[in-house]
Antibody
Framework: EVQLVESGGGLVQPGGSLRLSCAASGFTFSSYWMSWVRQAPGKGLEWVANIKQDGSEKYYVDSVKGRFTISRDNAKNSLYLQMNSLRAEDTAVYYC??????????????????WGQGTLVTVSS | SYELTQPPSVSVSPGQTARITCSGDALPKKYAYWYQQKSGQAPVLVIYEDSKRPSGIPERFSGSSSGTMATLTISGAQVEDEADYYCYSTDSSGNHGVFGGGTKLTVL
């Protein structure tokens, strides 16, 4: 059974840092792209960042570029999100998600097939 | 930055057909995916690659895409289908994901 379990959320002051972790099990972690998706209280979903199987490619939403760093440790089946210079608008539930990349009729598709339950990050003084 | 646009809300009576749209300039060349999210829960994939249904998703859920618009259709909507629905796709580069703003479906 595929399981993704996030940890590391909590209350942090504006300008502070936090590191989120996601422990993966039930599948070959090193074979999949992985992503972080967040959801501010009462708001919609927002894709934050993703990372290739070997960590050689990483992409970010513009609003976190230069502040957040996604990484992974395939030996530990773990995904991370280092968040620096946190702002009030970063307050959200952060989900870890397994990403599927497909090629169908010449079109590359990308989506999330498994999600964790999320960890809440609150940025407030 | 790239955006996907959804109506904020859709309301139908039980047994009626609900249609939720998602528009985006890259949709003619990129697949659309649909997620259902119930209160306090993680999202669940209900449609992938425009029109395919994952195993375990009821047949009343279907999807289509034409030009710059993708549509999620729930034929014979049930009370248990009340949820927020999000479309998802990528920008033209394929490197950046984007969700639509979400549509709250009310069935009553």
């Amino acid at each position: 059974e595929v399981q993704l379990v996030e940890s590391g959320g909590g209350l942090v002051q504006p300008g502070g840092s936090l590191r989120l972790s996601c422990a993966a099990s039930g599948f070959t972690f090193s074979s999949y792209w992985m992503s972080w998706v967040r959801q501010a209280p009462g708001k919609g979903l927002e894709w934050v960042a993703n990372i290739k199987q070997d960590g050689s490619e990483k992409y970010y939403v513009d609003s976190v570029k230069g502040r957040f760093t996604i990484s992974r440790d395939n030996a530990k089946n773990s995904l991370y999100l280092q968040m620096n210079s946190l702002r009030a608008e970063d307050t959200a539930v952060y989900y870890c998600a397994r990403q599927r990349i497909t090629m169908v009729r010449g079109v590359i598709g990308s989506y999330f097939d498994y999600w964790g339950q999320g960890t809440l990050v609150t940025v407030s003084s | 930055s790239y955006e996907l646009t959804q109506p904020p809300s859709v309301s139908v009576s039980p047994g009626q057909t609900a249609r939720i749209t998602c528009s985006g300039d890259a949709l003619p060349k990129k697949y659309a995916y649909w997620y259902q999210q119930k209160s306090g829960q993680a999202p669940v994939l209900v449609i992938y690659e425009d029109s395919k249904r994952p195993s375990g998703i009821p047949e009343r859920f279907s999807g289509s895409s034409s030009g710059t618009m993708a549509t999620l259709t729930i034929s014979g909507a049930q009370v248990e289908d009340e949820a927020d629905y999000y479309c998802y796709s990528t920008d033209s580069s394929g490197n950046h994901g984007v969700f639509g703003g979400g549509t709250k479906l009310t069935v009553l």
